[in-house]
């Protein structure tokens, strides 16, 4: 198609969520007291889990399970969690905080990002290979995987650390030039008018990311993520080692083959500001002068994330961390030695992954009969809902569904269906729109239809 392809904007693997973090506990007419269940269904990124953690009580526990699309975003999702519980006294919550959201948004990374990145996929990938029984750690629960899906995922693990296979026969292959399958699908997307890609990245800024209420998302920030995949760039560093952890395969049709290439498959239009850059309840940081914001979609996902990993700390059973706790640990730490086992150990939390086709599976099974308090769904995975919803939402059971307002290829038309589709499903599997919430556009949240 000339003149590009829409379709291609949102890619086809979710790296981050098209929505920004929710204490998803909070949803609903009552919050959830006791211990939750929480059901995620394709939520791309750990944003609500880091964020629903956050607003426990110390007396709650939450046990989160994660259904994915892909083992590549498991992969990305352990990976992340890993990085947040590092502890504090490898890492200070400053250089872990940048470490995170470098990984999380940018295709390419510093080279002390890529030694952290390759340690954790080392630990991750012993983990899922050598535990069988019970989980080696909480929050990374793998155990209910099936065993190609481990398999799967250790060798990933394995292509982070080492990008190709050692081979005495032939030469390696050339490792991926991020830079080259990035501009490929910038490329793709915007087809003819690739010659003036700036101005169709301040469309897409001004015009409706900006009128969509994400006016902290700034210009030049914006436009470089758009050319180069960049999003956060905290420190003064050379950023030039692909990201393995936004790399992927996908399967194009080649002389009526399908045929697996490696690349860059996500998002290229929305950005990874939506997850913990457009929201803040530090009003300070949405301040504006002459009608301009002073601070910027990057400052308010440090910020907030800076925040995230401190509620982390303190669910350790730490004290509040102090400024001085926020500076870099001493140097007789050393972060490359962290074993999974060292990561923090976090009271009533728990996190297991369940195997990509386990949500139709789960109403056979007599453990998760109305079991889930609160489920999300992502608007990738919206189509999924229907009426096997009922048989493993608990009593009171509270249903939320992202919306498609910050997938930005979709016309106000469409994006209206949509919530109407999303409507209907959730009608359809026993729940109604919850009458007392407050007009949110990016989510929609449900409750159970009374008996």
């Known amino acids: 198609m000339s003149a590009g392809r829409g379709s291609e904007g949102p890619g086809s693997v979710s790296w981050w969520g098209f929505s920004p973090a929710r204490d998803l506990l909070s949803l609903g007419p009552v919050r959830n007291e006791g211990d939750a269940n929480v059901l995620l269904i ?90 069988l029984e019970a989980a080696s750690h909480a ?4 155990t209910l995987l099936k ?20 081979s005495s026969s032939s030469q390696p292959p050339a490792p991926i030039v991020m ?51 960049l999003a956060f760039e905290m420190r003064e560093g050379v950023y030039q080692i692909a990201n393995p952890s936004l790399l992927s395969s996908r399967l194009f ?28 309840d530090d009003k300070s940081l949405l301040k504006t002068h002459n009608g301009r914001h002073i601070k910027t979609a990057q400052d308010i996902s440090i910020a907030n994330v800076q925040g995230l990993f401190q509620s ?19 140097a007789q730490t050393d972060q490359k030695s962290v074993t999974i086992n060292d990561l923090m150990r976090l009271n009533g939390i728990s996190v297991t992954f369940l195997p990509l086709d386990s949500l139709q599976k789960l109403p056979e099974k007599q453990k998760y009969s109305h079991y889930y308090n609160t489920i999300f769904a992502s608007v990738s995975c919206a189509h999924q809902l229907g009426p096997m919803m009922r048989q493993i939402a608990a009593p009171d059971a509270v249903l939320v569904v992202e919306l498609a307002k910050f997938i930005l290829d979709l016309s106000k038309e469409q994006e209206e269906g949509f919530a109407k589709k999303v409507a209907s499903m959730a009608l359809e599997a026993g729940f109604e729109p919850w009458r007392e919430a407050n007009s949110d556009d990016v989510h929609s949240v449900f409750t159970q239809q009374k008996k």
């Open 42 to 131: 394709g939520s791309g990124d750990p944003r609500h889990i880091l964020k629903t953690i956050a607003g426990l009580q110390d007396t709650q526990s939450l046990h989160v399970w994660v259904i994915e699309t892909s083992m590549e975003v498991v992969a990305r999702q352990l990976l992340l969690l890993y990085l947040a519980l590092i502890p504090q006294e490898s890492m200070g919550i400053n250089e872990k905080t940048e470490v995170f959201l470098e990984v999380f948004g940018n295709s390419e990374i510093r080279s002390q990002t890529e030694e952290t990145l390759r340690h954790a996929a080392s630990q991750l990938s012993t983990s899922v290979t050598e535990t």
């Open 139 to 142: 929050c990374l629960n793998t």
């Open 147 to 166: 065993f190609r899906e481990r398999d799967e995922l250790a060798g990933i693990f394995k292509l982070w650390i080492q990008p190709w296979p050692s």
């Open 179 to 229: 830079s080259k399958v990035w501009d490929y699908r910038v490329r793709q997307h915007l087809g003819t008018r690739y010659d003036s890609k700036k101005g169709c990245f301040d469309w897409d800024l001004t015009m409706k990311l900006h009128q969509k209420g994400c006016g902290v998302i700034n210009k030049q920030q914006y436009a470089r993520w758009r050319e180069q995949g």
């Open 253 to 280: 049709s080649r002389n009526g083959e399908k045929v697996a290439f490696r690349g860059y498959w996500g998002d290229i239009v929305s950005s990874p500001y939506l997850s913990f850059g457009i929201e803040t």
């Open 312 to 330: 982390l700390s303190s669910r350790r059973g730490c004290p509040t961390t102090s400024q001085s706790d926020l500076e870099e640990p001493s």
